[in-house]
């Protein structure tokens, strides 16, 4: 079954320390009959007082301190310096300072044995793990953690294993700051992941979901616009599906053609949040907020604004 | 989880107001809650039930007549599988309202979600606003009358009872249909498969608009006329057998 959920504060600049760690946490505890294996967000629009954070996993059988000293040489080599290293479990959240091109340092990153990345960003970073949204925050503390805007997501797994890796939200190699959470299948991802592969892009899962952060980073990356890229794959993509995909500057959903997933709206001039299922949406929204329930083969975007722009002060 | 529950029940509800009993929701369990309902039902009493909160399977096989009303939004499946149920919800509704309704009414001041009257058999469903994909699905009786506009695949594989859109419908409506009539005030997105258009009869106006008037459309809000879609039947296939009668019956 899986449940997304997204939210964003339209004025963001202003307003950067806005709760959507903690609204995620409480969207997606709502949502936990829709799926408890595994729940993960990506939280947007922080300051994170260096070039990039990337969310790193180890794994247990090679040795965390082993792995985590072996990123740190695939860093310098490249000319990159880590500044911190945060410890939550299996889990690394690294600061670093790099220039150079993003593909590269993820694919010297993943060349270390027992590495994993769950994202690069420049202001967003991906947070998941098995088991149900208040699980999650007991580990990893994300209710604590403010942005602009992020997106969550509960998974019931089907077309891939239980387990970290492919948990969502997934986010779109080598692009910083792109994550996408998916409810439905997709069909004709493997045809999609190989072209992908042929181009040289490099998939971490075996995940159907995997592939539309990928698509929609690359048409990104090739200055398509948010809304065109989304257009385009509601062609492109065969199966079912709603999805909604977070940037550094702001959310954007696709529907299918056959409305099979559900999704609901609930948007102020100030907030919008949008989840499968308005039970989730109720939690932050008063009850006099009127609820917009997009159709089939439906595409609808929204940014955070940049315009009125205050200095915010850094721990 | 939770335990079965006895004699207990009545604790639960709160004070009684003046119509009837008041229950909030948010104090109890989805099956407290509806244990909670049936018992205040069986005292023959209103109940409101506060601070819904979109939450799921409200007030689910409720067999006896009875009055309801929800102060908010409820989730899926609300109201399913009953009989002789009387309910007003003041907010919108997830997907399946009404699922499987053999008698009563129920009244949604907002939108329904997707596949509000789900097999529904008998009884009548009204949405104030607008109703999501696949309304009136697999329909085998009653009323289902939406105020607003209804979406993608409206009256999908319905067999019997009537749909009245006041609004449009949108892409492949009438898709797959048997039996049942869908009225349309407004466009209609698309035909499904198997469904044909064909303008309502004179006789079938008069009762049509009665029968709105009835529920309270003021006459300046009714469509000018209406339009119906039913199955064109050619690939009608359709009979009450079993596979495994039909094949005894060759036989």
């Known amino acids: 079954m899986c449940g997304i959920a997204a939210i964003l504060y339209k004025t963001g600049e202003s307003t950067r320390s806005q709760a959507v760690g903690l609204q995620l946490r409480e969207m997606l505890y709502s949502m936990r009959h829709r799926g408890v294996d595994s729940t993960g967000v990506n939280i947007a629009g922080q300051h994170f007082g260096t070039d990039y954070v990337v969310r790193v996993v180890v794994s247990e059988d090679q040795g965390a301190s082993h792995v985590i000293e072996g990123v740190r040489n695939a860093v310098a080599a490249l000319g990159g310096s880590i500044v911190f290293i945060n410890d939550f479990g299996r889990f690394r959240r690294i600061g670093l300072n790099y220039s150079g091109d993003l593909g590269k340092l993820s694919d010297s990153i993943l060349s270390v044995k027992g590495a994993e990345i769950h994202s690069i960003g420049r202001s967003s970073e991906v947070i998941k793990d098995v088991g149900d949204a208040y699980e999650l925050d007991k580990k990893h503390h994300f209710s604590k953690v403010n942005g602009t805007h992020g997106l969550g997501h509960v998974r019931l797994a089907t077309e891939s294993q239980v387990d970290i890796t492919h948990s969502h939200p997934f986010w779109a190699y080598p692009f910083p700051d792109i994550t996408v959470v998916h409810n439905g299948q997709l069909t004709n991802y493997h045809k999609l992941k190989r072209e992908f592969q042929q181009r040289g892009f490099r998939f971490q899962t075996h995940n159907d979901s995997e592939v539309i952060a990928v698509y929609i980073a690359d048409k990104l990356s090739r200055r398509r616009k948010l809304g065109d890229a989304l257009e385009e794959s509601l062609d492109d993509l065969d199966g079912t599906f709603t999805y909604v995909v977070s940037t550094d500057s702001g959310i954007g959903m696709a529907k299918d053609r056959w409305s099979a997933k559900p999704f609901v709206i609930l948007e102020t001039d100030e907030i919008v949040g949008v989840a499968s299922e308005e039970v989730a949406l109720r939690r932050i929204f008063p009850d006099d907020v009127r609820r917009v329930e997009p159709q089939e083969h439906e595409v609808l975007t929204w940014n955070v604004s940049l315009a009125p722009r205050i200095k915010v002060r850094l721990n | 989880m939770t335990k079965r529950l006895a004699g207990n029940v009545p604790k639960a509800l709160s004070a009684p107001v003046s119509q009837g009993y008041s229950i909030d929701a948010r104090k109890l369990t989805t099956r407290l809650l509806n244990a909670s309902i049936k018992s205040g039902v069986s005292k023959g009493r209103h109940i409101t039930i506060l601070n819904p909160d979109a939450r799921h399977n409200l007030a689910v096989g409720i067999v006896k007549r009875c009055s309801l009303s929800f102060a908010g939004s409820v989730g899926y499946y609300c109201c399913a599988f009953c009989d002789g149920i009387s309910a007003t919800i003041e907010g919108n509704s997830g997907w399946g309202l009404g699922d499987n309704l053999m008698s009563g009414s129920i009244v949604i001041r907002e939108d329904a979600g997707a596949s509000v009257g789900a097999s529904m058999r008998g009884g009548q469903i009204l949405v104030w606003g607008n109703a999501g994909a696949r309304a009136g699905i697999s329909m085998k009786g009653g009323t289902l009358v939406i105020a607003g506009n209804s979406g993608f695949l409206t009256g999908f594989m319905m067999q019997r009872g009537r749909i009245i859109v006041m609004g449009g419908v949108g892409d492949a409506a009438g898709d797959s249909m048997y039996e049942g009539i869908v009225y349309v005030g407004g466009e209609i997105g698309s035909l499904g498969v198997d469904a044909k258009t064909e303008?309502?009869?004179?006789?079938?106006?008069?009762?049509?608009?009665?029968?709105?008037?009835?529920?309270?459309?003021?006459?300046?809000?009714?469509?000018?006329?209406?339009?119906?879609?039913?199955?064109?039947?050619?690939?009608?296939?359709y009979d009450s057998l079993e596979p495994l009668e039909r094949e005894r019956l060759v036989i």
């Open chain 2, 199 to 237: 303008s309502a009869t004179r006789s079938e106006e008069v009762e049509l608009r009665a029968f709105l008037k009835a529920l309270k459309f003021r006459d300046d809000i009714l469509p000018r006329r209406f339009r119906k879609i039913v199955s064109a039947k050619r690939l009608y296939q």
